[in-house]
């Protein structure tokens, strides 16, 4: 939503801010890499979505339906023309938050100098806000690592991996509910129980959450009793759709582990993500997962459901100095 984005500071700005309409050059140009281009191209089309809810909300207004927290305005390089983001879908995304916003950033280019003197040199990331970076494509790792050098050498980086499941694969996936429990939707009203079990929750990751499910929603695995029906749900676990379109935050509550439920979720997951894409849009679209390298229970689990390995990647939780 253009209304969304702010303009640099000075018009030398090595950045200039995108349209909604340019950013539908950035999906197109993602989606002929397909399906090795899938997490930039899900991270696009996820933004693109949420552009069509905030305008089918009651207000229109996107500061009224997501927070800055996970907001996002999109940027290129400034001499990038309709052709540079047709062929080498260079952006910059920038989260809205005053403290801690979160920059992520793709491209197709094999020169990443023009990208490097861009986060080096523009006025949109206030480095004395202490940014964080997500998902960064290991081929860019080295670069980036020479920006932070100066800027926020502080900044600490975990290793990631985004995994994809072949369609076929997904088609064909049997689910079970086990006896005593039932699927059901995951809205925002359980927020504050979904960051409480996050290990990486920080200031403001609570209003993530918020509105992480009121746009992507989620699914749970709930117990079953007589009284269900009338009074809140005990969830036994829970998965999301992050911002990247990936499945994410996958969580088991102690006490009803070890009985399959995790593989139950994904499952669930997969499936609806197949039933919601429809049409031309659909083409080319598979799912995928994003997982910590150190969570070898997760790596195994999605392993085993068919999941297979795309990318590395390197992300940096929000910190304080």
């Given amino acids: 939503m253009e209304t969304a984005y702010r303009h640099s500071s000075?018009?030398?700005?090595?950045?200039?801010s995108l349209c909604e309409d340019e950013i539908r050059l950035?999906?197109?140009?993602?989606r002929r890499g397909l399906p090795g281009t899938l997490a930039p191209f899900l991270f696009v089309d996820n933004h693109l979505r949420w552009c069509e809810k905030i305008r089918e909300s009651s207000t229109g207004d996107w500061s009224t339906v997501v927070s800055p927290i996970v907001w996002k305005r999109f940027f290129t390089l400034a001499m990038a023309d309709r052709e540079e983001l047709t062929t080498s879908g260079t952006f910059v995304a920038i989260t809205d938050?005053?403290?801690?916003?979160?920059?992520?950033?793709?491209?197709?280019?094999?020169?990443?100098?023009?990208?490097?003197?861009?986060?080096e040199e523009t006025d949109q990331i206030n480095w004395m806000n202490d940014p964080g970076f997500s998902c960064v494509a290991l081929e860019s790792y080295s670069m980036l690592q020479s920006v932070l050098h100066q800027k926020a050498p502080h900044l600490i980086f975990r290793n990631s991996t985004f995994f994809r499941l072949p369609n076929e694969t997904a088609r064909e996936l049997q689910l079970s509910i086990p006896d005593g429990y039932e699927i059901l939707p995951l809205d925002e009203s359980y927020a504050y129980e979904v960051n409480e079990?996050?290990?990486?929750?920080?200031?403001?990751?609570?209003?993530?959450?918020?509105?992480?499910?009121?746009?992507n929603g989620g699914l749970a695995l709930a117990t079953r009793t007589p009284e269900s029906d009338t009074k809140r749900k005990e969830l036994a676990g829970w998965?999301?759709?992050?911002?990247?379109?990936?499945?994410?935050?996958?969580?088991?509550?102690?006490?009803?582990?070890?009985?399959?439920?995790?593989?139950?979720?994904?499952?669930?997951?997969?499936?609806?993500?197949?039933?919601?894409?429809?049409?031309?849009?659909a083409e080319g679209m598979e799912v995928i997962a994003y997982i910590m390298d150190l969570n070898v229970a997760s790596r195994t689990l999605f392993k085993k459901l068919g999941f297979i390995e795309m990318s590395k990647s390197r992300?940096?939780?929000p910190t304080t100095k």
């Fill in 97 to 119: 938050a005053e403290q801690r916003p979160t920059v992520v950033f793709w491209t197709l280019r094999e020169d990443l100098s023009p990208l490097k003197h861009a986060l």
């Fill in 26 to 30: 950035l999906r197109e140009c993602y």
């Fill in 10 to 16: 000075r018009s030398s700005d090595p950045l200039r």
């Fill in 197 to 215: 079990t996050w290990p990486h929750r920080y200031a403001g990751s609570e209003e993530y959450y918020r509105s992480l499910l009121r746009l």
């Fill in 315 to 317: 992300w940096s939780n």
């Fill in 239 to 281: 998965v999301l759709t992050n911002e990247y379109g990936a499945l994410a935050h996958l969580f088991i509550q102690p006490a009803h582990r070890n009985r399959g439920l995790a593989m139950v979720l994904v499952k669930a997951w997969v499936l609806r993500m197949l039933e919601s894409w429809q049409g031309d849009d």
